[in-house]
């Protein structure tokens, strides 16, 4: 997922009530969300969508790190954020620094919440699974957990790293299963257009995805592939959260979200 940091004008037009831009109360956005209306959320590079714009689906939410810290989630919550997925491990050896204080956060002001996992190509799959396990409590209400799966690109350890794809594919699916029977919950997986093309991840089922496609439709992007979340955009403005913030829909209406959060979480 990619990392955003806020310049000075972006932390302006995401601060708290800011920007027209934004539904005006928390009152006004929660009746538009009853009647099937999507969230008016920012963004600092707004797409001119060719086709099914993230408009078409009312249920919103975001994923974020400890780059967008501190995040006032009542007020996310009231501007239409619907669900938050909170970066947790990376690798076998890392935890983010915001994942304790987003995961509070977000749980005191009733946000359905999630944590993820960002997979490092050059460990092996049982270590980062333990390594999850050990960091993300099994806790009452939480959303699936999700695996990351994208190129380590920035690591000066894993960068260059490519793994044949049915090693990618045969890695995966053991993460999935050990923290699938830790948390009695179906991990969701996460990934991005190349990654998905070039390890064949169709190949892989009875998981929800979770897809990046930020200039169009994922149906442009992943074929047929279905869906559950779609990560629209990178550079969302979101209410309540400093800066910009990967934002995202849901495949389906209110009623819809309803039964697949009380279907999958914990």
Known sequence: ??????????????????????????????????????????????????????????????????????????????????????????????????????????????????????YYWCGPATTQAAWFIANVPKERGALPPVLDLEWNNASPTCGSYRPDPETVRAEVQTWLNIVGRHYDQRPIIYTTPDFWERNEMWRLSGMDKWLRAVTRHPSEVYGDAAWTFWQYSGTGLVPGVQGPVDVNAFAGTPDAWARWVADRTL
């Open 1 to 118: 997922m990619a990392k955003v940091c806020g310049l000075a004008a972006l932390l302006a037009l995401a601060a708290c009530g800011g920007g027209g831009r934004h539904m005006e109360t928390g009152t006004s956005m929660a009746s538009a969300r009853a009647s099937g209306v999507a969230p008016a959320f920012g963004d600092a590079e707004p797409v001119e969508w060719k086709s099914r714009s993230p408009r078409a689906y009312p249920v919103h939410g975001i994923d974020l790190s400890r780059y967008q810290a501190p995040v006032d989630w009542r007020t996310a919550r009231a501007h239409g954020v619907s669900f938050a997925f909170i970066k947790a491990t990376e690798g076998g050896d890392r935890v983010d620094a915001g994942f304790a204080g987003h995961w509070r956060g977000a749980g005191a002001a009733g946000v359905p919440r999630g944590a993820y996992h960002f």
